[in-house]
DNA sequence: AATGAATGAGCATTCATTCAT
DNA sequence: TATGAATGAATGCTCATTCAT
């Protein structure tokens, strides 16, 4: 019950950075309109995260554990790694796609400082991009994807692809469905724009 | 004369405001830490620009200009969609990689700021996603790129792919030429993964 | 029983508030800090105490008692003022040099305050300094001590040489015995510097 | 003329600084208390001091060594360790006589913190005392003092004796002079308590 | 009586911007 | 034009105190 409460209040405090993160910004966003958005007093943030700093670095830390579990799992249902790659940008897409909120403080606000973007390239984001690259790797040694590729550089390029859809659909004014593009995405990546 | 000075001035704050924003970010660089890397007076750079928005939105501005104007000339040079994308490419990644300064500014900075993604992406940037999709588009109507990829989402690819290489280049601890992955993007880009 | 768990409990946390007052300066110190030491939680000092404030007081007002009682005591041992003179001196070195903790807080702390300052010393202080002025003029109208000199400037006098040993005792490095210096401070006082 | 300017901005925030702080304590005293008093905005306070430790820093070095100075200067005038006893008594009480506030932070602030006690007494007070006890043990070598008494318990009996009708003065309710206090208390101090 | 989670007022310090010179 | 001293609004964080349990 108290252990709910405590999980609760921290739960309520990162929903609460995600949304004003969001909305402003980060560097534009005090704790003060975090803790107003948690319902709880300035304070209390202090007991839950170490400081401003702590509350982006939670939000992240907290999704790209789900986000690359979840991606494991994905990718363990499937030999092929065409399907594979599917699955990826489905599950890319989808997440990033039913949260905005969430997909603006990755897309926009972590990237905002070479401090964050460094500490966190080097670490979890290395992974999700190492996931893709093995899935290639393992592609190109069934002879199902081409070998003068180089599977790193064709590792980015697809994490590009779908980080790009993210952004655009981020900053797009008219609304649309994020996950459908996984489709075209994969389409293009594996069979070329040539005709 | 006069009228050098005045642009040398100019010049030599922007050329200090990407450096000190490259260095130390954005949002924790000082308008004197700009004043000192020119060599001018603090107040000297209001004499020059708005406010410290303004140096990072001439920053920009400017560089997008020469881009863009690059760009077409560069395009007008060939007839051949596939060439002209190539083109594009190795521009995008020479310019960017032959000014890491710069680069960090464009990639890592003016995207701290939902604020400066949503003002710029409306103006410049759009229009450079435009200048793709027009090549690929007419790539399409001469029958040398498939016609079931919607234009827009090929042309995000190939700006997310190209965008991604500099990102990585620019968090990569080992130094490595950013252009040469010009010829690898657009090979896959065109001819897909697949065998 | 339950009577000696609160008295157990308040002096727990006068103890404690004299030990982290000596360490880290009043305003230095937290409320937590002191209930920590205390081994109790923070809102239970507030059962004992009015506020961090009322620790402070209460320390002194304590400590302050039993000086004053013991001296009077000591005092009434005896009918020469000489003798008088010296047992107070020897008192108030041997207590403070006992506690060096307590020390502090009578030296350093309790002084860092203009408030705490003179509230005190319209009160405790004010009484242990007549003390010593009552014996000087008993001496005088004894024939004892010469009565060209007001009792009352002798008295601070005697008083502000005893508190300097202790002060000095309180920042030396070296540690040393206090209580000794008394027969000094008595010796000179009363036989004078003069050859 | 500029030259000027700076020098009077940073006396008036000393001067300002010595005031609040002797009327409201250091730790209760806010920076913007200091800079309204001084008659300037906060931040202008930062371009003369490091922060609100080094305005107390600098009140006391300034008028340490003011003190020092005028001490040896004074010393230097006789060859009478008696004299110059009584020249040092004098100096003290007038000085501090004449300034209640900075009295006051001297009697009262500069003790509220162990910190800057240990800092200080180790430099420039140990000076000052150093001063005294050179005097005294002059005037034993010379055979005017008697020599079983140890010069270091005795300068600090007399520096004691000096701060304690300081402290009191200050404390005081009722204003009279500090300076005629000199004279008493060479006297007791030289020719002893005793008829 | 005891707890300790929650509160929110309080404050030192920073820094973009201005303006008298 | 250029300067840089001065400004003062803005804010992350602390911690004494409260109170529901």
Redesign the pocket.
């Known amino acids: 019950m108290?252990r709910n409460?405590?999980a609760d209040?921290r739960e309520a405090i990162l929903r609460a950075g995600i949304k004003v993160f969001a909305e402003k910004g980060f560097f534009?966003?005090?704790?003060?309109?975090v803790a107003k958005a948690a319902?709880?007093?300035?304070?209390?943030?202090?007991?839950?995260f170490?400081?401003?700093?702590d509350i982006l670095h939670s939000i992240f830390d907290r999704a790209m554990a789900e986000f690359i579990g979840e991606g494991r799992r994905e990718l363990e249902r499937s030999d092929d790694p065409a399907d594979q790659l599917a699955k990826i940008a489905e599950l890319h897409l989808s997440r990033l796609g039913a949260d905005r909120e969430l997909a603006v403080v990755f897309q926009i606000e972590l990237r905002g400082s070479t401090k964050f973007m460094e500490a966190f390239s080097a670490a979890a984001f290395a992974e999700y991009l190492q996931i893709i690259r093995k899935t290639i790797e393992s592609g190109q040694n069934a002879g199902l994807f081409r070998g003068d590729v180089k599977p790193i550089v064709a590792a980015k390029m697809f994490y590009g692809a779908l980080d790009e859809m993210v952004t655009n659909w981020i900053l797009s004014k008219k609304p649309y469905a994020l996950e459908p593009l996984a489709g075209e995405v994969v389409k293009v990546f594996l069979g070329g724009l040539k005709a």
């Open positions: 108290a409460n405590v209040k534009n966003s005090k704790v003060a309109d319902g709880v007093a300035d304070g209390t943030v202090y007991l839950y170490k400081g401003k700093d």
